[in-house]
């Protein structure tokens, strides 16, 4: 259960509070042009996202996390070098379809925050096509399916991602309706990004 500024201690409770107000800040996010102002695959950025999806529930909101995690077998980067991680996450290139969905795999594996990183970095590759390339992700086209167990495979091959999200390229980057669809919680199940006590190590 993880501490929270509302005081909430049912975990379903708190998993429908995190869904909709994340949801009404990503709104807002987009309707107040505050991701026009953002420059695109930065930490600086993902944190700032970060930070306005998630403030009224946690002290750690765009903070990066102190713990290490592991999601199954697999364990992300370790809190001790993510600092060092993020740095040269920054520094990848981000100027081709290939390059950025790269730079977004690595920052999945590096999964800077305790909770919402799912969320959070879907923005934040979005952002980063939309500057970069002039289109963004259709996720009403991606399936939730496909798309996690690429994503969980994506540390030692990209391929499949890529091609996922290659398929469901939309040119239409100012549609509220398919940027929305990227952090609609009924569509991706964010269980991928929450973790039980025994996967904290």
């Known amino acids: 259960m993880l501490k929270n500024k509302l005081g909430i201690t049912n975990p379903a409770l708190l998993v429908n509070i995190h869904e909709k107000t994340s949801k009404i800040k990503a709104v807002q996010l ?20 970060h930070k306005y999806l998630f403030a009224d529930i946690y002290e750690f909101a765009g903070q990066i996390r102190d713990v290490n995690l592991a999601k199954g077998n697999f364990r992300f ?34 999964h800077p925050f305790r909770e919402g990183n799912g969320r959070s970095m879907r923005i ?38 890529k091609d996922i999200l290659n398929n469901a390229l939309s040119t239409d ?17 964010e269980g991928y990004n929450t973790y039980t006590a025994s996967e904290l190590i």
Not at 87 to 102: L, N
């Open 124 to 161: 934040w590759l979005d952002l980063m096509l939309k500057v970069e390339i002039g289109k963004v992700v259709d996720w009403s086209k991606v399936d939730k399916e496909d798309y996690l167990l690429a994503m969980e495979r994506s540390p030692i091959r990209d391929k499949e991602i």
């Open 173 to 189: 980057i100012n549609n509220r309706e398919i940027y929305m669809k990227g952090i609609d919680n009924s569509y991706y199940y």
């Open 77 to 110: 980067a370790s809190a001790m070098y993510l600092p060092e991680a993020l740095k040269k996450i920054e520094a990848m290139p981000q100027t081709t379809f290939a390059e950025i969905v790269e730079k977004y795999v690595e920052m999945n594996i590096a």
């Open 30 to 49: 987009f309707e107040q042009g505050y991701l026009d102002t953002l420059k695109p695959g930065t930490f600086n950025t993902l944190a700032f996202i």
